[in-house]
C-alpha cells in the first residue's frame, strides 16, 4: 500500500505564510508527478500546483507568484510554500501522486493523503 501524509496547515492572519509537506511511503516504485489540490466548503477540489518527475510545474492562476512547489524524488517529499496568503485561499489542502508501485504496472495509479485545514483569517 501507499500512504500520503500532509503536514503544515493551520490558521494564519491575510499575507501570511504557511509551507505544507507532504510524505509518500510504501510501496512505491516510481512517483511521476506530485501535487497539491484544495476543496473549499460547497465548491469541487480544484489543482493549485505540481510538479512531474523532471521538475516541471504548473499552476493554478489564483496561486501564481504567490505559491511555491518543490520535490525531493530521493526522500519521496512534495512542499508548498504559501505566501501572501488571502482568505479566499482556505481550504482543505489534499497531497496527491501519480506513481507506479511495480515496474510491472501499465499506468501509473493516484493517490491521496488525508488532507490538512488552511485557514486565512484575521
Known amino acids: 500500500q501507499v500512504q500520503l501524509v500532509e503536514s503544515g496547515g493551520g490558521l494564519v492572519q491575510p499575507g501570511g505564510s504557511l509551507r505544507l509537506s507532504c510524505a509518500a511511503s510504501?510501496?512505491?516504485?516510481?512517483?511521476?508527478?506530485m501535487g497539491w489540490y484544495r476543496q473549499a466548503p460547497g465548491k469541487e477540489r480544484e489543482l493549485v500546483a505540481r510538479?512531474?518527475?523532471?521538475?516541471?510545474?504548473n499552476y493554478a492562476d489564483s496561486v501564481k507568484g504567490r505559491f511555491t512547489i518543490s520535490r525531493d524524488t530521493a526522500k519521496n517529499t512534495v512542499n508548498l510554500q504559501m505566501n501572501s496568503l488571502k482568505p479566499e485561499d482556505t481550504a482543505v489542502y489534499y497531497c496527491?501522486?501519480?506513481?507506479?508501485?511495480?515496474?510491472?504496472?501499465?499506468?501509473?495509479?493516484?493517490?491521496w493523503g488525508q488532507g490538512t485545514q488552511v485557514t486565512v483569517s484575521s
Open positions: 496527491n501522486a501519480d506513481l507506479y508501485q511495480s515496474s510491472l504496472d501499465v499506468r501509473p495509479r493516484s493517490y
Open positions: 510504501g510501496r512505491i516504485f516510481r512517483i511521476n508527478a
Open positions: 510538479i512531474t518527475s523532471t521538475g516541471s510545474t
